[in-house]
């Protein structure tokens, strides 16, 4: 598993929020799954960092987890001694990193970094095997962000892992949510190029039982005919998918 500063990095910037209120800056870090805010702490603990975890719900029944960094007593020092530890990794959201802390770097371009990819994959990605209205199964891992260093990039790192992709805007039913971009890999073949590249990689124990699920989905059809009826593990596969993401 890759738990170091560069997946830090891709949870933050997908699912992080910067604030500064009565002159105190403030990290958050808001997930749904245990397994990634546990290992956000370890990281947070290993490097003498403190925070706070307070946890509430999301809709419609799930319970959210979220770390603060802050203090009142030192209001700059904790979100200071982080910033420090992973500008020089941090290239999609600095800026607004920046503006709590009221100073100014040159933002860098996009780089290649597998840990970032596993960790923005964690916090925005989905992985999805479902039978459409055909009977047929379709394959599908995307990642969806509003901003567009984020896209950019996932799409390099996507590159440098030899994977094949297309982007697709997506379209928000909500007006107070902004429509995002959309790096999609989709079919056996590209799906499988990525989970084969990723493979041991993931923290949260629903993404490596996802990924797992796939992988022995599409090998076990490359091993018949693809007119072949599907078999009674692959129809276990698609409702373990299914199960995870509900």
């Excluded at 290992?39 to 770390?67: K, M, W």
């Excluded at 860098?108 to 992985?127: H, M, Q, Y």
């Excluded at 009826?229 to 299914?242: A, C, G, L, M, N």
Aim: aromatic fraction near 8%.
């Amino acid at each position: 598993q890759v738990t170091g500063i560069g997946w830090f990095v891709g949870i933050l910037e997908g699912e992080g929020s910067f604030r500064q209120q009565k002159k105190q800056a403030e990290v958050r870090i808001s997930n749904c799954d245990i397994n990634i805010i546990e290992r956000c702490e370890q990281f947070l603990v290993a490097n003498n960092i403190h925070y706070v975890r307070d946890s509430g719900h999301r809709p419609p029944r799930q319970v959210e987890y979220t770390l603060r960094i802050t203090d009142s007593d030192y209001p700059f020092q904790y979100a200071e001694r982080l910033y420090k530890l992973i500008s020089p990794s941090m290239e999609c959201r600095l800026d607004e990193y920046q503006q709590i802390l009221e100073t100014s770097e040159t933002v860098r371009g996009p780089s290649v970094d597998l840990d970032w990819l596993i960790g923005i994959t964690e916090a925005e990605g989905s992985f999805n095997l479902l039978l459409n209205n055909r009977g047929v199964a379709n394959l599908k891992i995307e990642i969806s962000n509003t901003n567009l260093r984020i896209i950019q990039k996932a799409v390099l790192n996507l590159h440098a892992l030899g994977c094949s992709w297309h982007i697709r805007n997506k379209i928000s039913d909500n007006p107070n949510h902004k429509d995002a971009k959309c790096v999609e890999i989709h079919g056996m073949r590209r799906c499988q190029r990525f989970l084969m590249a990723t493979n041991g990689l993931w923290v949260a124990d629903r993404n490596v039982r996802r990924s797992e699920a796939m992988t022995s989905f599409i090998n076990s059809r490359f091993a018949h005919h693809q007119k072949d009826p599907y078999t009674s593990d692959e129809f276990r596969y698609i409702q373990t998918v299914k199960d995870l993401n509900s």
